[in-house]
């Protein structure tokens, strides 16, 4: 799927540690609180050489894929198409989205090398939306990262997280949007298939 070739850059920024989007803390506790004990978690899970690799990722990944919003991203993604699609279409896509994402963050994540994060503060919006603030600090760069959470029952989920001003979700929606007026619904399906193969099989 070569048009998403744009969204390169943001995907490694996010996938260093999109594993902040695991929150399971009570919702009493506050959306950076729980930011700042996910990547705690997930560091030690990366760092647990007690168990193979493959353990290691299906640990990793579960955190992910349980915990992040993905319904609602691809809901947002798929914007106008998301009506206009089937009901077996909109679990496909959710489906393949989650295990594009789940897949290529592995990747990313999978050697981590000691990146600092910096939580410069959150905003909360009618008890029920927050975004966070954090930067990544390398020994080069700072890099700016929002997370944009919304609370579902006791616990906040992540629905879109915006990297040096550029929001995931609106680049995805771009060019799905794209291959979907090009190739219609199931045209997107099937790309979104073969990358999430290629993903599976690098």
Avoid: H
Avoid at 8 to 37: E, Q, Y
Wanted: aromatic share 8%; charged share 30%.
């Amino acid at each position: 799927m070569k048009r998403d070739q744009p969204m390169t850059r943001n995907l490694l920024l996010f996938f260093s540690l999109i594993a902040a989007c695991n929150f399971t803390a009570a919702a009493a506790v506050g959306p950076t609180d729980t930011v700042k004990v996910t990547i705690d978690q997930v560091l030690v899970a990366l760092a647990d050489k007690t168990i193979d690799e493959p353990s290691r990722k299906d640990r990793v990944l579960d955190l992910i894929t349980l915990q992040f919003d993905f319904p609602d991203m691809s809901q947002r993604i798929l914007a106008t198409n998301w009506k206009d699609a089937s009901e077996a279409q909109k679990n496909q896509f959710v489906e393949l989205f989650t295990r594009l994402l789940a897949n290529t963050y592995w990747v990313r994540v999978k050697d981590y090398r000691d990146e600092k994060v910096e939580y410069l503060g959150e905003k909360i919006v009618d008890d029920r939306l927050a975004r966070v603030k954090t930067q990544i600090v390398t020994e080069t760069v700072k890099i700016p990262i929002d997370y944009s959470l919304k609370r579902n029952g006791d616990r906040w989920r992540a629905y879109d997280v915006t990297i040096e001003g550029v929001s995931l979700v609106r680049t995805y929606r771009t060019t799905y949007q794209q291959i979907a007026k090009q190739d219609g619904i199931d045209g997107l399906l099937a790309q979104m298939q073969a990358k999430v193969a290629e993903s599976e099989n690098p």
